[in-house]
């Protein structure tokens, strides 16, 4: 059994869970033949803000690729290096990993420290999982911010694109549609939402995206 945990964050965009939150995604007692994926990430990963888990993009992208979604292990708040623990913990034998994580790192973390470590993660993921395409998403921020160091986060998908030995999904002109966030103090199965994480909506434009660039 895979524990979700959620941690606090400040100005990432992400909450204090409660231990509710941290549901676990039942082992899987077989393996259909098929298109099997496993989901590692943040917040996004775990399903903030989607209303119902059924909306969130990792399980939306599952039925569109009629693949049986064996994992996804989400950390909200999470930076790569924290990933790197949780990936022994996933579900083997996947043939897709989706890596999403970033979007913490872009305001801890140097353009040179999270190449680094997210290096790292892809080598982990690598080796848990040596046979399954591994799709890496970009961050779920704004194209116009800027880090602590005074980059955009254009900088930083560069380096996920570069680390990725597999197709990679830029999040950040979904981001920019208002629509796909909020609103704030909505009620959904992982308490109540705010403005920047990915609604219904913004799962779905999430999923989409990945679904056209990577065909199951």
Known sequence: MILLFCVAVVTTGCIDLPPKAAAATPTPTHRPPGKSVVFIGDSL????????????????????????????VGVAGVQADGLRAAVQTMEPDATDTVVEVGTNDFVKLSPEEFSLSYRALITAVKRREPHAQIVCLGLWRSATERSPTGQGPDVYDALIQAACPGPFIPLLGLFMIPSNRGPANQETFRGLSDAFHPND?????????????VKP
């Open 45 to 72: 990963t775990v399903g903030l803000y989607a209303s119902t888990i059924d909306t969130t993009f990792a399980s939306l992208l599952a039925v569109r690729w009629k693949a049986t979604l064996l994992d996804r």
């Open 201 to 213: 909506r913004g799962h779905d434009a999430i999923a989409s995206a990945i679904a056209a660039e």
